[in-house]
């Protein structure tokens, strides 16, 4: 490296990336994984005689023997054919990683509309090595701060910060992840407050009560007790037609259609036009 090259961005980026080493209780050389290709060539120690050959990082993990059967060996010895790509790797990178098949397909983009993920963490274009290198410091990063790698992915849409991007970014993702533990807040409490995305089984709690709420009110009215709100069950109902039916598919709708018939009747209320539902649990927009 010349004098020009060490730039204060530079000696800042080195800085960032010892804390952040330091943070996730790893090798610089794996931190690295996050930005560029893992190294890929093999070493020598030339202390000894004959020397040594050490693997590369790469090697290590993705050329393990011990972990991996002849044909993943195979399918992940480099250098890759033409035209490989993550797809074909699928099951030799879930066992060289240690990774679900549902990480691998969220980190890849597969499966990222099923949370509300508008983008993969493996950009587009990227090497396939390079490609397994961001994987592997996501699942470095899951590991360190405790959260499952569906979870990071999920912050990092909610944060808007790609740790992959720079070192600073890095540093920033790790600072929001940790304020969020410390806070004790969920990424499922997150994602619904601040993208209005729930996870199927959070939204089902959500329905039930809301449905539970909905029912008192039709026992109450029926009765002639007129003791509720009828701005709390509007905002229910509202619920239930804007975040729950896209899951739960109408099961409420014997519910939902009884209850705006009692506020229509009692007070002239006029609800939202409520979406329509298909059987396969879509919404389109009201006619």
Same mark, same amino acid.
């Given at each position: 490296?010349?004098?020009?090259?060490?730039?204060?961005?530079?000696?800042?980026?080195?800085?960032?990336?010892?804390?952040?080493?330091?943070?996730?209780?790893?090798?610089?050389?794996?931190?690295?994984?996050?930005?560029?290709?893992?190294?890929?060539?093999?070493?020598?120690?030339?202390?000894?005689?004959?020397?040594?050959?050490?693997?590369?990082?790469?090697?290590?993990?993705?050329?393990?023997?011990?972990?991996?059967?002849?044909?993943?060996?195979?399918?992940?010895?480099?250098?890759?054919?033409?035209?490989?790509?993550?797809?074909?790797?699928?099951?030799?990178?879930?066992?060289?990683?240690?990774?679900?098949?549902?990480?691998?397909?969220?980190?890849?983009?597969?499966?990222?509309?099923?949370?509300?993920?508008?983008?993969?963490?493996?950009?587009?274009?990227?090497?396939?090595?390079?490609?397994?290198?961001?994987? @592997?410091?996501?699942?470095?990063?899951?590991?360190?701060? !405790?959260?499952? %790698?569906? #979870? *990071?992915?999920? /912050?990092?849409?909610? +944060?808007?910060?790609?740790?992959?991007?720079?070192?600073?970014?890095?540093?920033?993702? @790790?600072?929001?992840?940790?304020?969020?533990?410390?806070? !004790?807040?969920? %990424?499922? #409490? *997150?994602?619904? /407050?601040?993208?209005? +995305?729930?996870?199927?089984?959070?939204?089902?709690?959500?329905?039930?009560?809301?449905?539970?709420?909905?029912?008192?009110?039709?026992?109450?009215?029926?009765?002639? %007790?007129?003791?509720?709100?009828?701005?709390?069950?509007?905002?229910?109902?509202?619920?239930?037609?804007?975040?729950?039916?896209?899951?739960?598919?109408?099961?409420?709708?014997?519910?939902?259609?009884?209850?705006?018939?009692?506020?229509?009747?009692?007070?002239?209320?006029?609800?939202?036009?409520?979406?329509?539902?298909?059987?396969?649990?879509?919404?389109?927009?009201?006619?």
């Amino acid at each position: 490296m010349r004098a020009p090259d060490i730039t204060d961005l530079f000696l800042i980026n080195v800085a960032e990336i010892k804390s952040i080493s330091d943070r996730l209780g790893e090798p610089v050389q794996a931190v690295l994984a996050f930005w560029g290709e893992l190294d890929s060539q093999p070493s020598s120690d030339h202390a000894t005689e004959p020397p040594k050959r050490h693997p590369s990082q790469y090697d290590r993990i993705f050329q393990n023997k011990a972990k991996l059967s002849s044909d993943n060996l195979q399918k992940l010895a480099l250098p890759f054919p033409a035209g490989v790509t993550l797809a074909d790797v699928f099951l030799p990178g879930c066992a060289a990683l240690g990774i679900t098949a549902e990480d691998y397909r969220l980190l890849t983009g597969a499966g990222a509309n099923g949370w509300s993920l508008t983008s993969a963490a493996v950009p587009a274009g990227a090497t396939l090595l390079r490609a397994l290198s961001i994987l @592997l410091g996501w699942k470095i990063m899951a590991g360190a701060v !405790g959260l499952p %790698i569906r #979870d *990071l992915l999920r /912050l990092r849409a909610i +944060v808007g910060i790609d740790p992959c991007s720079s070192p600073d970014a890095a540093a920033r993702f @790790l600072d929001a992840a940790e304020s969020v533990r410390n806070a !004790g807040w969920t %990424i499922d #409490d *997150l994602d619904f /407050l601040l993208r209005h +995305v729930a996870v199927p089984d959070r939204l089902r709690r959500f329905t039930d009560d809301t449905s539970n709420l909905v029912q008192r009110a039709m026992d109450s009215a029926s009765q002639g %007790i007129n003791t509720w709100d009828r701005g709390v069950v509007c905002a229910a109902m509202e619920f239930l037609l804007d975040h729950a039916f896209p899951v739960i598919a109408g099961t409420h709708s014997d519910q939902t259609s009884a209850i705006w018939e009692l506020l229509e009747g009692t007070g002239g209320y006029v609800p939202p036009a409520p979406a329509v539902v298909s059987r396969s649990g879509s919404v389109t927009e009201p006619l």
